[in-house]
Each structure stands twice: as structure tokens, then as C-alpha cells.
């Protein structure tokens, strides 16, 4: 089993559109846990930490639920720019593990 | 955020020679680290780069292939030797600041392998 797991993808979605991603994470013990975007032939860049109290920034919503380590982002009015990779990613002791991604296209 | 340079963004070797990728940081880090990431792929952690010692690989990756140093708090290399066209990928600087738990990266090395 792999320590981060994603949702496949690819998604293709309208403009305005709401779209949800979930992961999920197998060790307990984690303790950060971020959303990156990841563009074509780009570095991953943070687009969000996650907190068990949920957090918002625009139209970007994140969620964790250590009960369940499940791990969501919620973009709402989705925008052209919005297509990208996004990667979920775990903190677990000095260690970052990445999730496969999660391939969003936005179409007018 | 830490601004990263690393260099260079892109080379093309042929098989059996090294390429070194450098990675700086304009400021002290805690911890650097070297990822890879093939076509299609998400990112794989090579190795954490430790100041004044050896690096500490993941599964796979060993340290004749992949040589790192990291002889301060702001700087690191990372050698690919020995290239193959299996090497061709991105390979990708990642630091963690001082009192941070999040990553931040450089821009990416795209290396072709011919």
C-alpha cells in the first residue's frame, strides 16, 4: 500500500464548476499535511497547509480527518487557471511523502 | 519562503559522464533534500542532504550513483553519475526552513540522457 494515495484523475471540469480531491495516508503518526499544484514542466509549489479544523483561502477549501487520515481540497468556481497537478503531501518525522497527483483540466 | 536557485535548469549528457546539479538558499535551512521526478510521475525522494555528513539515502538509491554534499547550512550538490538514458528526468532541490514544516523547492533540473 502506498503511504500517500490520490484519487486517479484525471478530472475535466467546467469553468465554475465545484471539484472535490480526497487522499489518504497510511501512517498514524503523521503530523503536517499540505496540498502542492504542480504545473507542467514546473516545480510543485504550496498551495495550502491542512488543519484538523479545516482551513479556507479563497476558493480553496482544505480538510483533514486524522480518525480517518483522510485529506480533502474543495475548489469552488473552478478557472482556467485552476489546471494543474495537485499533490497531497504528509509529514511524516523529517520525512515529505508525496502522493502520485491528481491531474485537473478546467475547460472553458 | 526561502528563495531557491538551482542550477542548471536543463543539460544534455551523453551516457557514461556525471552531471552536478547545485542547489543554494539565501537563507540557513534545516533540512535540504533531492527528489526525483520521472515523466508522468510524482516526486521520489532520493536522499536528505546532511551538513558536514554523509547523506542519508531511501530504498534504491545509493551513494556511488548519487553523490551529495552539503557543506553548510545553505548549499548542496547532487551528482548524477555514471548516466544512462534511465537517469533522464527532472530532478528537483526541496528545503525545509528553520521552525517550518513545509517544503519549498527549486525550479527543477530537466536532464536528457543520450
Known amino acids: 500500500r502506498k503511504e500517500v494515495e490520490q484519487d486517479p484523475g484525471p478530472f475535466n471540469v467546467p469553468e465554475g464548476a465545484t471539484v472535490a480531491f480526497n487522499c489518504t495516508y497510511s501512517?498514524?503518526?503523521?503530523?503536517?499535511f499540505f496540498w502542492y499544484r504542480q504545473d507542467c514542466r514546473k516545480e510543485p509549489k504550496l498551495l495550502m497547509s491542512?488543519?484538523?479544523s479545516g482551513n479556507e483561502d479563497g476558493r480553496f477549501t482544505a480538510q483533514l480527518n486524522r480518525a480517518s487520515q483522510y485529506i480533502s481540497l474543495l475548489i469552488r468556481d473552478s478557472k482556467l487557471s485552476d489546471s494543474a497537478t495537485y499533490l497531497c503531501?504528509?509529514?511524516?518525522?523529517?520525512?515529505?511523502?508525496f502522493g502520485a497527483g491528481t491531474r485537473l483540466f478546467v475547460k472553458a | 519562503s526561502a528563495v531557491i536557485s538551482q542550477k542548471p535548469s536543463r543539460d544534455i549528457c551523453q551516457r557514461g559522464t556525471s552531471l552536478t546539479i547545485q542547489c543554494q538558499v539565501d537563507?540557513?535551512?534545516?533540512?535540504m533534500f533531492w527528489y526525483r521526478q520521472q515523466p508522468g510521475q510524482s516526486l521520489t525522494l532520493i536522499a536528505t542532504?546532511?551538513?558536514?555528513?554523509?547523506?542519508?539515502?531511501e530504498s534504491g538509491f545509493v551513494i556511488d550513483k548519487f553523490p551529495i554534499s552539503r557543506p553548510n547550512l545553505t548549499f548542496s550538490t547532487l551528482t548524477v553519475s555514471n548516466l544512462s538514458p534511465e537517469d533522464s528526468s527532472i530532478y528537483l532541490c526541496?528545503?525545509?526552513?528553520?521552525?517550518?514544516?513545509?517544503?519549498?523547492f527549486g525550479q527543477g533540473t530537466r536532464l536528457t540522457v543520450v
Open positions: 542532504a546532511n551538513q558536514g555528513s554523509e547523506a542519508t539515502y
Open positions: 537563507s540557513q535551512v534545516t533540512m
Open positions: 491542512v488543519y484538523s
Open positions: 526541496s528545503v525545509v526552513g528553520q521552525g517550518a514544516t513545509e517544503a519549498f
Open positions: 501512517n498514524s503518526a503523521s503530523q503536517s
Open positions: 503531501v504528509v509529514n511524516h518525522g523529517f520525512k515529505t511523502i
